[in-house]
């Protein structure tokens, strides 16, 4: 049996055959990710991505929930070092594809999955032991629509999973948690409340102290859950440009119902309908020449 033919099944963390070796590699093997500084005029600029994010592929995936389908056979490739953006009406199940990377429907009691997804060759529902499953979250960069930051101050939020993760100073992990803030835009608008509550920040920055956060860890795969839908419209576009800077040195998969941003900073967007993919290609394509009659009302608005 392959990966493709497996069931599986939440709440289990089983698979067929022991292949973390791989991950483990992949992760040690990664040169340390330092923030790069985009000064805002070339942060719209739009080079290749180079390949050292993760490629992220989906092959032929189906969930369901307690029996009820959510998701009918996807296939779908995630460029490494790509912006990659999932559109679609609430429900189409752009959330449980997102989820599926880092197995978080795992959880979710009645979840259960056919298919492959794949992480850099891998498939990640193949990973049996849970040491293995919580090495490839750490690995994953996580962002929900809503921020959730430590309850702690600024700078803990941000020094606290780097120390626990990496073997750093004090003083390194606060240098740098300084470029993780900047490249999240949001170092002028904190640096004197560096020692304050996170919960006092406002929203838009909240979540880009939450972005900063992951910053600090060198996962080369970020997943982001509708991550402006809260926000003003001053704190998206530094969002925005930061999701730009971040091109070929991390592979961002974001959801997000705002077709401006989809068409501003992703490379690739895919559209969803009803539990299935319509169709997906790079942006520009898809929404100036849709091939399906579905994807050209939704991204104009008239669906
Ligand atoms: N935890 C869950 N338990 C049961 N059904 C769920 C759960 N999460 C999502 N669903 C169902 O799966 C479908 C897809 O949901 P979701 O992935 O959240 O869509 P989207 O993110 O596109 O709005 C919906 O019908 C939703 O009701
Ligand atoms: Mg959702």
Redesign the pocket.
């Known amino acids: 049996m392959n990966g493709a033919e497996m069931t599986r099944s939440g709440g289990a963390e089983s698979g067929a055959g022991a292949r973390g070796a791989r991950e483990t590699a992949n992760m040690a093997g990664d040169a340390f990710w330092r923030p790069r500084l985009v000064p805002a005029a070339s942060a719209g600029a739009r080079p290749e991505p180079a390949a050292s994010g993760a490629r992220v592929e989906f092959r032929g995936v189906s969930?369901s929930?307690?029996g009820?389908q959510?998701?009918a056979e996807v296939s779908l490739d995630v460029p490494p070092g790509s912006v990659f953006a999932?559109i679609?009406?609430?429900?189409?199940?752009?959330?449980?594809?997102?989820?599926c990377v880092n197995r978080l429907?795992d959880f979710?009691?009645?979840?259960a999955i056919t298919g492959g997804v794949f992480r850099d060759g891998e498939d990640v529902y193949s990973l049996s032991r849970s040491e293995d499953v919580r090495r490839l979250r750490r690995g994953t960069g996580m962002i929900f629509q809503k921020p959730n930051p430590l309850p702690m101050s600024v700078m803990e939020n941000m020094t606290m999973p780097y120390l626990e993760h990496v073997k750093s100073s004090a003083a390194e992990a606060r240098e740098r948690a300084v470029d993780c803030l900047r490249a999240a835009g949001l170092y002028d608008e904190v640096a004197n409340r560096l020692n304050a509550p996170a919960a006092a920040l406002s929203g838009g920055q909240q979540q880009r102290l939450c972005i900063a956060r992951v910053l600090m860890l060198p996962s080369r795969l970020l997943l982001m859950?509708?991550p402006c839908s809260a926000l003003d419209p001053i704190s998206t576009f530094k969002i925005e440009e930061l999701l730009s800077s971040l091109k070929g040195e991390r592979t961002v998969v974001m959801?997000t119902h705002n077709m401006e941003q989809a068409r501003r900073v992703s490379d690739h967007t895919a559209f969803?309908l009803n539990?299935r993919l319509v169709e997906a290609g790079d942006t520009y394509t898809l929404f100036s020449r849709p091939r399906e009659e579905a994807t050209e009302r939704y991204v104009t608005g008239r669906m």
């Open positions: 969930v929930y307690g009820k959510a998701l999932f679609g009406p609430s429900g189409c199940g752009k959330t449980t594809l997102l989820r429907n979710v009691r009645g979840f859950d509708e959801v969803f539990g």
